[in-house]
């Protein structure tokens, strides 16, 4: 699984790291820090991620399939 984080949509509301704390973190004005990122999803955390998307009101983050292995 792959995960996106839409930097301009992403409004700084917080409830994907507060659903996802092990997957994401804030940065220093409150956004997401992995804002503007795509990267590979461990499988353990598959679950978070999806909590972290559907947490989403700006729907911001989106979940795709992994191109290599997750690790």
Known sequence: MRISIDS???MGHGRCYAVAPDLLSDDEQGFV????QT??????????AREAAD???ESAI???ESTTADA
Not at 33 to 36: I, P, R, Y
Not at 39 to 48: K, S
């Open 8 to 10: 301009a949509r992403c």
């Open 33 to 36: 820090a992995q804002s503007g």
């Open 39 to 48: 990267f590979d999803v461990p499988d353990h955390l598959h679950g978070q």
């Open 55 to 57: 947490a989403c009101p």
């Open 62 to 64: 989106s979940l795709g």
